[in-house]
């Protein structure tokens, strides 16, 4: 019978997400009577959407022609803020242009079991990983109540095909074939792509025992009401968070989160991600902290003060982890990693990378991670923005004033140190 419980729970698509799963993995994999649970948050997606590198550039061109006074047009561009009667009020405009700044328009998502198809996929890429990091099988459960809740504030003409990076050639080959399909075959096409990559990762050697599933929330909260202790290390929405206080669990539950900022010129969006999501639940979330045996926030800006020697990252989480540092860090071609023609030791060997949720899970594994202090926030409603402010009372939250890089033996001194159970056994348990 377990005596605690660590909940990890993230969209686990890119490559700070598995960084800080791969640092709870190790700080709580030598602990007696502990159940980690990996509770995966799925996002909306849309089949098929692939302008080009050329387009998006010409993209942000038009923007700054036809909307010089709206800020950042890459902001414009990848919240997809521009809406068909910002199109319809310019006089006069090109066909070529109209083309062009309907990119930046967010289009309407795909229907519901495209999501869980792919969240299912990155579910088992994590789950492909993992496995090169312990030899114990894992369950990883979907929150797919959460996909009726949420939205998705990217705009999916210029989202990350986060998936494409951990493929194999021959996967990709498929892929990029099945693009120069006309539209309606296109997306058909890529539903069959998936669940064929979904059946190679279920049945590869090392993910036997392992399993991907719906989250039952009925027996998660039996979990929590029946535990000694409940952590919770969230990097998602705080939409579960929300079902907690209302379902009745909350008090028997500590939360560490990556969640919130200080600056609203710093976000992509109008709030930050995470709170973007479902700002409905992140508001009664802070408005109900309380409730919650514990309650502890990273902002972004804490959350981005280190960067990390990607070599060390590719040492500690091996080919894996580097793959999906190459894709999203470095941006490079999917094909090109799958057949090793760009690597870590290669081209990118003094290169360091922000890990928000890595450095966020660290502030509570590690004391004092990098000068980390706890201090206070209270929430500020700004039109809708949620926004924190620095107080003497109110949410507990981490602060990390200086920025700092950790060269290629910092990182693995600092991830070693997490199996070597030098982490607070205190503050987890």
Same mark, same amino acid.
């Given at each position: 019978m377990y005596q605690n419980v660590v909940i990890y729970y993230n969209d686990s698509v890119d490559s700070d997400n598995l960084a800080a799963a791969m640092a709870l993995m190790r700080a709580m994999e030598t602990r007696p009577n502990t159940r980690l649970l990996w509770i995966v948050e799925p996002r909306q997606v849309s089949f098929g959407l692939s302008p080009t590198k050329e387009q998006q550039d010409k993209c942000e061109e038009v923007v700054k022609k036809h909307f010089p006074t709206r800020g950042n047009p890459w902001k414009i561009l990848f919240g997809g803020l521009l809406s068909e009667s910002d199109l319809n009020g310019i006089e006069e405009l090109s066909t070529h242009d109209r083309e062009l700044l309907q990119l930046a328009v967010k289009p309407s998502y795909g229907p519901k079991q495209d999501a869980i198809l792919h969240r299912r996929l990155t579910a088992w890429d994590q789950v492909t990983c993992m496995a090169g990091w312990?030899?114990?099988?894992?369950?990883?459960?979907?929150? !797919?109540?959460? @996909? &009726?809740?949420?939205?998705?504030?990217?705009?999916? $003409?210029?989202?990350?095909?986060?998936?494409?990076?951990?493929?194999?050639?021959?996967? !990709?080959?498929?892929?990029?074939d099945i693009m120069n399909e006309p539209f309606a075959q296109r997306v058909e096409s890529l539903r069959g792509w998936y669940r064929r990559c979904i059946e190679r990762a279920e049945t590869r050697p090392e993910n036997h025992g392992s399993s991907v599933r719906p989250l039952d929330f009925n027996s998660l909260r039996d979990a929590i009401?029946?535990?000694?202790?409940?952590?919770?290390?969230?990097?998602?929405? @705080?939409?579960? @968070?929300?079902?907690?206080?209302?379902?009745?669990?909350?008090?028997?539950?500590?939360?560490?989160?990556?969640?919130?900022?200080?600056?609203?010129?710093?976000?992509?969006?109008?709030?930050q991600f995470n709170i973007s999501l479902n700002p409905k639940a992140a508001r009664f979330v802070f408005n109900h902290f309380a409730e919650f045996s514990e309650f502890a926030v990273v902002p972004s800006h804490a959350a981005q003060s280190t960067k990390y020697s990607l070599a060390g990252l590719k040492?500690?989480?091996?080919?894996? @982890?580097?793959?999906?540092?190459?894709?999203? $860090?470095?941006?490079?071609?999917? !094909?090109?990693?799958a057949e090793k023609q760009v690597t870590i030791e290669k081209d990118y060997p003094n290169q360091a990378c922000p890990m928000p949720d890595l450095t966020?899970?660290?502030?509570?594994?590690?004391?004092?991670?990098?000068?980390?202090?706890?201090?206070y926030a209270q929430?500020?409603? &700004?039109?809708?923005?949620?926004?924190?402010r620095r107080e003497g009372s109110g949410i507990p939250m981490y602060d990390i004033m200086d920025n700092r890089t950790l060269k290629e033996t910092e990182v693995v001194?600092? !991830?070693?140190?997490?199996?070597a159970g030098k982490d607070m056994p205190e503050l987890v348990l």
């Amino acid at each position: 019978m377990y005596q605690n419980v660590v909940i990890y729970y993230n969209d686990s698509v890119d490559s700070d997400n598995l960084a800080a799963a791969m640092a709870l993995m190790r700080a709580m994999e030598t602990r007696p009577n502990t159940r980690l649970l990996w509770i995966v948050e799925p996002r909306q997606v849309s089949f098929g959407l692939s302008p080009t590198k050329e387009q998006q550039d010409k993209c942000e061109e038009v923007v700054k022609k036809h909307f010089p006074t709206r800020g950042n047009p890459w902001k414009i561009l990848f919240g997809g803020l521009l809406s068909e009667s910002d199109l319809n009020g310019i006089e006069e405009l090109s066909t070529h242009d109209r083309e062009l700044l309907q990119l930046a328009v967010k289009p309407s998502y795909g229907p519901k079991q495209d999501a869980i198809l792919h969240r299912r996929l990155t579910a088992w890429d994590q789950v492909t990983c993992m496995a090169g990091w312990s030899k114990a099988s894992v369950e990883i459960l979907m929150d !797919l109540e959460s @996909l &009726d809740e949420i939205e998705n504030p990217v705009n999916l $003409n210029f989202h990350y095909k986060e998936e494409l990076a951990a493929r194999s050639v021959d996967e !990709l080959m498929s892929y990029q074939d099945i693009m120069n399909e006309p539209f309606a075959q296109r997306v058909e096409s890529l539903r069959g792509w998936y669940r064929r990559c979904i059946e190679r990762a279920e049945t590869r050697p090392e993910n036997h025992g392992s399993s991907v599933r719906p989250l039952d929330f009925n027996s998660l909260r039996d979990a929590i009401q029946t535990a000694g202790s409940v952590r919770f290390f969230g990097g998602a929405s @705080l939409t579960i @968070l929300q079902r907690f206080i209302q379902r009745g669990v909350a008090s028997h539950v500590r939360c560490h989160l990556q969640v919130g900022s200080y600056d609203p010129s710093a976000n992509l969006f109008p709030n930050q991600f995470n709170i973007s999501l479902n700002p409905k639940a992140a508001r009664f979330v802070f408005n109900h902290f309380a409730e919650f045996s514990e309650f502890a926030v990273v902002p972004s800006h804490a959350a981005q003060s280190t960067k990390y020697s990607l070599a060390g990252l590719k040492h500690e989480g091996g080919r894996c @982890l580097e793959r999906r540092v190459l894709g999203f $860090n470095c941006r490079e071609d999917p !094909l090109k990693i799958a057949e090793k023609q760009v690597t870590i030791e290669k081209d990118y060997p003094n290169q360091a990378c922000p890990m928000p949720d890595l450095t966020a899970f660290l502030c509570a594994l590690i004391p004092k991670f990098n000068g980390a202090t706890l201090g206070y926030a209270q929430v500020d409603d &700004d039109n809708g923005a949620l926004i924190f402010r620095r107080e003497g009372s109110g949410i507990p939250m981490y602060d990390i004033m200086d920025n700092r890089t950790l060269k290629e033996t910092e990182v693995v001194a600092t !991830l070693s140190s997490l199996a070597a159970g030098k982490d607070m056994p205190e503050l987890v348990l």
